[in-house]
């Protein structure tokens, strides 16, 4: 008895401790910011000439010295005469996000995944604004987007798990998603607390079903 009472506060504590930094995740940056803090290597994603390049590689040398506005401005003009290039667009849209400037990120990352519908990194913020302005059902598409592109992108999996999880109460599907991120994240432990609560809540669900259909 002392045992499965030990069981349950532990579970309980691990449940308690998911929700905290469930929510401390929900107000970092986009996921897809965290995993790849420097955006130098999104490739622009389509022919240009050496002129478009040279302007392409000096505003992503604005970008990693932090000169921010400089490198907005620079890409606004690159995307002006090259409206094809995704990376230009989706360092352009990292931009604006992280200036909280979200209309214009939207537009930004729309444009860079239909430039580029392989375009990974874009679907992902594209999809975690989406979230933002609570456009759940969009930001679905999107992150399945994501996952069409690489089945084995952790953060996708780990983002749409949040959101069936928090967002969209479909707990099954934020399950299986909580799972695959298990098995590609290099931190389980966290994600094992989730996958805890879920499964707490899922056999609360079916306890209560089977009571109610008992004569």
Same mark, same amino acid.
Request: hydrophobic share 40%; charged share 20%; with cysteine.
């Given at each position: 008895?002392?045992?499965?009472?030990?069981?349950?506060?532990?579970? @309980?504590?691990?449940?308690?401790?998911?929700?905290?930094?469930?929510?401390?995740?929900?107000?970092?940056?986009?996921?897809?910011?965290?995993?790849?803090?420097?955006?130098?290597?999104?490739?622009?994603?389509?022919?240009?000439?050496?002129?478009?390049?040279?302007?392409?590689?000096?505003?992503?040398?604005?970008?990693?010295?932090?000169?921010?506005?400089?490198?907005?401005?620079?890409?606004?003009?690159?995307?002006?005469?090259?409206?094809?290039?995704?990376?230009?667009?989706?360092?352009?849209?990292?931009?604006?996000?992280?200036?909280?400037?979200?209309? @214009?990120?939207?537009?930004?990352?729309?444009?860079?995944?239909?430039?580029?519908?392989?375009?990974?990194?874009?679907?992902?913020?594209?999809?975690?604004?989406?979230?933002?302005?609570?456009?759940?059902?969009?930001?679905?598409?999107?992150?399945?987007? @994501?996952?069409?592109?690489?089945?084995?992108?952790?953060?996708?999996?780990?983002?749409? @798990?949040?959101?069936?999880?928090?967002?969209?109460?479909?707990?099954?599907?934020?399950?299986?998603?909580?799972?695959?991120?298990?098995?590609?994240?290099?931190?389980?432990?966290?994600?094992?607390?989730?996958?805890?609560?879920?499964?707490?809540?899922?056999?609360?669900?079916?306890?209560?079903?089977?009571?109610?259909?008992?004569?």
């Amino acid at each position: 008895m002392y045992r499965c009472t030990d069981t349950r506060r532990s579970r @309980a504590w691990l449940a308690t401790t998911a929700l905290v930094l469930m929510l401390a995740l929900q107000a970092c940056a986009p996921g897809p910011a965290r995993r790849a803090p420097s955006v130098a290597s999104t490739t622009p994603s389509a022919p240009i000439n050496d002129d478009a390049r040279a302007q392409y590689a000096a505003a992503l040398s604005l970008i990693d010295n932090g000169q921010a506005e400089d490198a907005k401005a620079a890409l606004h003009a690159l995307v002006a005469q090259h409206p094809r290039l995704s990376g230009a667009w989706t360092n352009l849209g990292i931009l604006q996000a992280r200036a909280d400037d979200t209309p @214009a990120a939207l537009i930004s990352f729309t444009q860079a995944c239909q430039s580029n519908p392989e375009n990974l990194i874009a679907w992902n913020w594209r999809a975690s604004l989406l979230r933002q302005q609570r456009r759940y059902l969009e930001a679905e598409q999107a992150y399945l987007a @994501a996952l069409r592109i690489d089945e084995a992108d952790a953060s996708s999996h780990r983002n749409l @798990a949040l959101l069936y999880d928090l967002n969209l109460g479909r707990t099954q599907d934020a399950l299986d998603h909580y799972r695959r991120y298990q098995q590609l994240s290099d931190n389980p432990l966290i994600v094992q607390a989730w996958i805890h609560r879920l499964e707490d809540q899922l056999q609360s669900t079916q306890t209560r079903v089977a009571e109610q259909s008992t004569p």
